[in-house]
């Protein structure tokens, strides 16, 4: 469920008209709504209500300030993938110590600040990166909380740029080395081996892939118990899909007692990392029809040029994603109703939002891309030197700028000349 309806005719943000927040602040606009992303949040949270449990946001899939600070607010936790999404973490009042780490290719100075913070674990992905972790840690003189991200070579069944737990995939450690290396980390000075991580893809859109990972990864748990190293965590990751067109995902709920049934009494706490599941449906991008190229001959296409682009939203682009694509104000004008492309100025052939949408148009419509609020923004560009778009935080009746629109400055910002040129 989610807060933006129509009433009489006109989407409506919460309680403002999506119009009002276009004449203040222009378009492309992201729109999220905060009352959507705390409802997802307390559904997600009080899915879970049983267990003990800490949800820690992906925050690649949307790292706005105003948005993580709701999330901060409701007691969130985050996974992060770089020392910048930390920082954001803590500018939006986030908790250090609610953090996981994660990612393939950590640096040594983004380890020494998340050492310097007190993050909550490190999800490890290779042999290399708990050795440099270990002596990071041992020259500050701290031991450093991990967990190994396991490849439990399991098929997501998603789009593969999205599939993350497959052995061919460059993610985690192989689910069959992962002992012998527990044992390594168990003796070395720098590292406490509290938990175990996987994370199999995204857009997940059945329950079998999880049960299948989190069996394995139960069963190394157990296995390591045997071996006398006992860890108090699972992290199960994120993944769980949304619908963006005809989906059908688990609910929270079902989700939740899976993994539940799953973990039986043993006495482990249960991360997750959700990041699409909570903010893509939080979330519009809102653009403006420039103008209107139907074609002439039976078999043509009609493209309709939007002033939003693959720079703005490259899902489509990126991973062939499905986005809905509503007007602002319905059936107020005699417009030209076509199959449409919706497409940008931008010079790529995959430069488009949608394709083939029975719409009524005209130059200077407004429409919403919805599902939007995961891996929009984030996956933001400059190309084509395009300042990137507003994003607008609606709170009941209230518009709040979240993150003003870049300036043709901005875009220019430390670039110079040759010095003898
Ligand atoms: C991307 C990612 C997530 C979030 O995935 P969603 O599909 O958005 O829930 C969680 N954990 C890790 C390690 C990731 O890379």
Redesign the pocket.
């Known amino acids: 469920m989610d807060h933006f309806e129509y009433r009489d005719g006109a989407l409506y943000a919460e309680n403002v008209p999506v119009a009002d927040i276009v004449q203040r602040f222009g378009t492309p606009t992201y729109v999220y709504s905060a009352a959507t992303l705390s409802r997802h949040y307390r559904v997600f949270d009080d899915a879970l209500a049983g267990i003990d449990h800490d949800i820690?946001f992906?925050v690649?899939?949307n790292g706005n300030i105003g948005v993580l600070g709701v999330l901060a607010d409701l007691g969130s936790g985050f996974?992060i993938?770089s020392v910048g999404e930390l920082e954001r973490v803590i500018t939006a009042g986030g908790d250090p110590a609610r953090v996981v780490f994660?990612?393939v290719g950590k640096r040594v100075d983004e380890i020494e600040r998340a050492l310097e913070v007190g993050i909550a674990c490190f999800?490890v992905e290779s042999e290399a990166e708990l050795a440099c972790i270990d002596a990071l840690a041992q020259r500050m003189g701290v031991v450093a909380p991990i967990s190994l991200?396991v490849n439990p070579d399991v098929d997501a069944q998603t789009h593969p740029y999205?599939s993350?737990g497959l052995k061919e995939n460059k993610?985690g450690i192989a689910i069959d080395r992962a002992e012998a290396l527990y044992a390594d980390a168990a003796v070395r000075a720098g590292l406490a081996p509290i938990g175990v991580?996987c994370?199999i893809?995204?857009?997940?859109t059945t329950l079998s892939p999880f049960r299948d990972a989190v069996g394995r990864v139960l069963d190394l748990i157990d296995r390591l118990a045997g071996r006398g190293i006992e860890l108090s965590h699972i992290d199960v990751?994120?993944?769980?899909?949304v619908c963006y067109r005809d989906e059908t995902p688990p609910t929270p709920a079902e989700y939740a007692s899976a993994i539940a049934d799953m973990l039986g009494d043993r006495p482990l706490k249960l991360i997750l990392?959700?990041?699409?599941?909570?903010?893509?449906n939080a979330g519009i991008l809102v653009t403006r029809v420039a103008l209107l190229k139907p074609g002439t001959a039976e078999d043509d296409k009609h493209f309709a040029v939007v002033d939003a682009a693959m720079n703005d939203l490259i899902r489509p682009a990126l991973y062939a994603g499905w986005h809905r694509v509503v007007p602002l104000q319905m059936n107020t004008h005699g417009g030209q109703t076509r199959s449409w492309d919706i497409v940008g100025p931008i010079c790529e052939t995959g430069d488009f939002l949608a394709q083939g949408r029975e719409l009524t148009l005209a130059a200077g419509d407004l429409l919403a891309v919805r599902t939007a609020g995961?891996?929009g923004f984030t996956m933001a560009s400059n190309y084509n030197a395009r300042p990137r778009a507003a994003e607008v935080m609606v709170v009941d009746d209230a518009m709040h700028e979240v993150r003003a629109r870049e300036t043709l400055a901005d875009l220019m910002r430390g670039e110079r000349r040759l010095p003898f040129s």
Do not use: M
Request: proline letters at 3%; a neutral charge.
């Open positions: 820690c992906a690649k899939a996974d993938v994660s990612g999800n991200r999205i993350t993610f991580d994370h893809g995204s857009q997940l990751g994120g993944g769980l899909g990392e959700p990041g699409r599941v909570l903010v893509a995961a891996y």
